[in-house]
């Protein structure tokens, strides 16, 4: 493509965008209508440093859809397929929500603030309408609506030694998806540990826009010494971890199990939640196609749309996620293949825009 995405009020800016643009964003993606960074300096020299260093991330557009009233955990527990017993305030979920017939919806992660209140930390989709629609044509006792939040992530190897500097070493006691209450400014700003890379580390949930500067400049000077830069999802890295991009490797005509969220759709719930009897179905009868790691041979344009799967003539799947990896030496990408050809080892064709090349489904995931 030879054209660039341009911006106006649409595309909004974050509390953070300024900073992002002095740090050097290269470009930027569109994400729930919100600025996201994509690329800093390249996206093969933001990937190594992302897994050697530390990156803080402007992941604003995770937007917080706040559920308040005392049907909050009831209703949010009929949005997904996951059993939500063990959610609570110290502990968030990635819960995927589904739609009537078992189809995504969005993946998001789920916080639980209070016995009435639960923030959804949206993906790309406007999961918004839905729940609205949801709470008022059901008589829920639930105000929904989008809540002026604007996560910062810090993410990678070092991400540990640099949140603990500025909130403290209570800080490196959290578990993966812990959640809690850290006093910077003179605000409590609740931290999960979670984020979107395989690196590890942490996301802030900045309420408001008043001490995001402030926040933003103390972590850049705690991590002086550390290497600390501005960053973002990395493609290549969430594509060797096998992160899902929903409306990249998944849409409505996914369902979780197809997606590999298995372990996210418990029987327990197939019985009252949206979409629930098609997955009970599903899973009764087998799935009929799967979330897979694959090699690409050759070299390939960049994955900007989905890519069809051949073998003898027929379409047996598509490839929505690929990119060089410097570390592995090979096209990682992530696709969706019947079950027909789904076994590690299978090789067939891709039809990228560029031309046929030839694919292999992967065992697992590189991290
Ligand atoms: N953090 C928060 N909100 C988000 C994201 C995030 N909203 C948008 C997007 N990312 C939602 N998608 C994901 C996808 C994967 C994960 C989290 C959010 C994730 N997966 C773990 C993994 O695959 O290793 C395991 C999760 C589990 O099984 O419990 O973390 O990143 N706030």
């Not at 995405?5 to 919100?34: C, K, L």
């Not at 639980?112 to 993906?123: G, H, L, R, T, Y």
């Not at 406007?126 to 044509?137: E, M, P, R, S, T």
């Not at 969220?261 to 009970?280: F, H, K, M």
Request: net charge negative; aromatic share 8%.
């Amino acid at each position: 493509m030879n054209a660039q995405i341009t911006t106006s009020r649409r595309t909004r800016r974050t509390p953070f965008s300024q900073y992002v643009e002095d740090a050097g964003v290269r470009a930027y993606t569109v994400y729930n209508r919100m600025l996201l960074p994509a690329v800093f300096r390249s996206l093969e020299e933001d990937y190594h440093h992302l897994k050697s260093a530390v990156q803080v991330w402007d992941v604003s557009c995770e937007r917080q859809v706040r559920l308040r009233g005392p049907d909050a955990l009831r209703m949010l527990q009929l949005l997904t397929p996951r059993d939500l017993t063990k959610i609570s305030t110290k502990r968030c979920m990635y819960v995927p929500i589904t739609d009537q017939n078992g189809g995504m919806l969005n993946d998001p992660v789920a916080i639980k603030i209070s016995d009435e209140e639960v923030w959804i930390s949206i993906a790309d989709s406007d999961l918004l309408f839905w729940v609205q629609a949801i709470a008022g044509c059901n008589g829920f006792h639930v105000v929904v609506d989008e809540a002026e939040v604007f996560p910062l992530a810090v993410q990678g190897p070092k991400a540990t030694e640099l949140t603990a500097r500025v909130f403290g070493d209570r800080i490196r006691e959290m578990k993966f998806f812990g959640a809690d209450r850290f006093v910077f400014a003179d605000e409590e700003i609740l931290i999960t540990r979670t984020g979107y890379s395989k690196q590890g580390g942490f996301e802030i949930y900045v309420e408001g826009r008043h001490y995001a500067g402030e926040l933003w400049h103390a972590l850049f000077e705690a991590g002086a010494d550390l290497d600390v830069r501005a960053g973002c999802p990395n493609l290549i890295e969430r594509i060797e971890g096998g992160l899902l991009s929903f409306g990249n490797d998944m849409t409505f005509e996914n369902t979780p199990l197809e997606c590999g969220l298995g372990r996210c759709v418990n029987d327990s719930q197939l019985a009252t939640c949206y979409g629930g009897r098609a997955l009970a179905e599903e899973r009764a009868n087998g799935s009929q196609r799967m979330v897979r790691a694959l090699t690409v041979s050759d070299k390939i344009p960049r994955c900007d749309r989905a890519w069809p799967l051949i073998s003898n003539e027929r379409l047996v799947g598509q490839i929505t996620s690929a990119y060089r990896s410097p570390d592995f030496g090979v096209n990682v990408a992530i696709g969706m293949v019947d079950h027909t050809h789904w076994d590690a080892g299978t090789e067939m064709t891709v039809m990228t825009h560029a031309g046929p090349r030839a694919a292999k489904v992967q065992q697992k995931f590189w991290i």
